[in-house]
Nanobody
Framework: QLQLVESGGGLVQPGGSLRLSCVASGFNLEYYTIGWFRQAPGKEREGVSCISSSDHSTSYADFVKGRFTISRDNAKNTVYLQMNSLKPEDTAVYYC?????????????????????WGQGTQVTVSS
C-alpha cells in the first residue's frame, strides 16, 4: 500500500544541520509533487517546501529560504530536505506529503488540503 516514511530528525544545536529523508512506496514517486510541512506544539501545520514532479522546480517558505534545500532522487524513491543554519524556532515535527494530483506543479505548495497522503513525521529539536 501507499506509504511515506520520514527519517533523519533529531536533536541539534542552533546553527547545526540535519538532512531529512522521505522514502515513498506503493506508488510512482516520479509522477507526484512532494511537500514538506512542519507542526510545532500548539501551532498549525505549515508548509515548508515542495518539489514538483515534472521539472523538479522548487518552492520555499520565506522563513526557510536560503537555509533549507529540497531535492529528490526518483531512482531511490526518496525526497530530501537539507536543513542548515537551524534555529530554535525550527523545532517541530516534520512531515512529508504527496500531492493528490499527478503531474502537478508547485502551485498550492503550502496548501495542506492539496495533499492526499502523509508520513508519520520525524521530530526535529533545535536547542543548546
Amino acid at each position: 500500500q501507499l506509504q511515506l516514511v520520514e527519517s533523519g530528525g533529531g536533536l541539534v544545536q542552533p546553527g547545526g544541520s540535519l538532512r531529512l529523508s522521505c522514502v515513498a512506496s506503493g506508488f510512482n514517486l516520479e509522477y507526484y509533487t512532494i511537500g514538506w510541512f512542519r507542526q510545532a506544539p500548539g501551532k498549525e501545520r505549515e508548509g515548508v517546501s515542495c518539489i514538483s514532479s515534472s521539472d523538479h522546480s522548487t518552492s520555499y517558505a520565506d522563513f526557510v529560504k536560503g537555509r533549507f534545500t529540497i531535492s529528490r532522487d526518483n531512482a531511490k524513491n526518496t525526497v530530501y530536505l537539507q536543513m542548515n543554519s537551524l534555529k530554535p524556532e525550527d523545532t517541530a515535527v516534520y512531515y512529508c506529503a504527496k500531492k493528490s494530483r499527478a503531474f502537478s506543479s508547485t502551485d498550492g505548495c503550502y496548501d495542506r488540503y492539496k495533499y492526499s497522503d502523509w508520513g508519520q513525521g520525524t521530530q526535529v529539536t533545535v536547542s543548546s
